[in-house]
T-cell receptor, first 111, second 115 residues
């Protein structure tokens, strides 16, 4: 079955890069997503990648995918205080319409 | 930017009562979803809906749950006889089509508290 794992907490200084890691278990072709949740808000889609790609860059965000190790990472360059949030990794798994989420990584940005 | 809207933001209900959670998906989207997140746990898939019928549902989505698109804009989740363990944040999502490169967009959620 599918399982998505994330580290639970990351502290980073303002201006540094953040790297949030995720591992997944599904072996089929899959889409992998990163969502951001700020306090009291919903899940905001940040970016996504298909499992036949290695990398995707979108402004300050870089997604790296190691398909062999089933490891996904999200790098945030020049981290700002507004980046403080919970970041969720999710995959489509065996069904396009059914997202499987990780537990979320709480990112705290300190001045 | 178009967004998914959910009402109410917080619902408090007595155990055993029926509750309806409402969602307005993005207007040109055809696929609709409900997820829930119990405090401290992962976001879990409940159900997907397309063309006025359920496409897929999880084991959580038992007979006490139902979904409906009563008109051209709303998408509702009904819990018939609520239990304490139904307390959770419920998220609605929608996507243009049901394939992975058309990602799901989420609302801000409804926090359901069962007393």
């Amino acid at each position: 079955g599918e399982d998505v794992e994330q580290s639970l907490f990351l502290s980073v200084r303002e201006g540094d890069s953040s790297v949030i890691n995720c591992t997944y278990t599904d072996s089929s072709s899959t889409y992998l997503y990163w969502y951001k949740q700020e306090p009291g808000a919903g899940l905001q889609l940040l970016t996504y990648i298909f499992s036949n790609m290695d990398m995707k860059q979108d402004q300050r965000l870089t997604v790296l995918l190691n398909k062999k190790d089933k490891h996904l990472s999200l790098r945030i360059a020049d981290t700002q205080t507004g980046d403080s949030a919970i970041y969720f990794c999710a995959e489509t798994g065996d069904s396009w319409g059914k997202l499987q989420f990780g537990a979320g990584t709480q990112v705290v940005v300190t001045p | 930017e178009p967004e998914v809207t959910q009402t109410p933001s917080h619902q408090v209900t007595q155990m055993g009562q029926e509750v309806i959670l409402r969602c307005v998906p993005i207007s040109n989207h055809l696929y609709f979803y409900w997820y829930r997140q119990i405090l401290g746990q992962k976001v879990e898939f409940l159900v997907s809906f397309y063309n006025n019928e359920i496409s897929e549902k999880s084991e959580i989505f038992d007979d006490q749950f139902s979904v409906e698109r009563p008109d051209g804009s709303n998408f509702t989740l009904k819990i018939r006889s609520t239990k304490l363990e139904d307390s959770a944040m419920y998220f609605c999502a929608s996507s243009e089509v049901g394939v992975g490169d058309q990602p799901q967009h989420f609302g801000d959620g409804t926090r359901l508290s069962i007393l």
